[in-house]
């Protein structure tokens, strides 16, 4: 399942990269008292923050051996 690069909700389309609410939040029409695009983007990006769990992923020697 893929998810949103902005704030992580689940993607039903195989090929995108936003959610349906950020996708609309970035192809929308911003009149000039609205937040700026890069403000609503870094906002995102702040709140919605998902911890890895990097002891899964292999040690990079592993693949230079």
Known sequence: MNRCILC???IKSDLGVYCSDCLYEIKRVRLKDDEPLEDFIDRMMREH???R????VEKLERWLE
């Open 53 to 56: 769990n990097h002891e899964k």
């Open 8 to 10: 992580g909700a689940p």
């Open 49 to 51: 923050i998902t911890p």
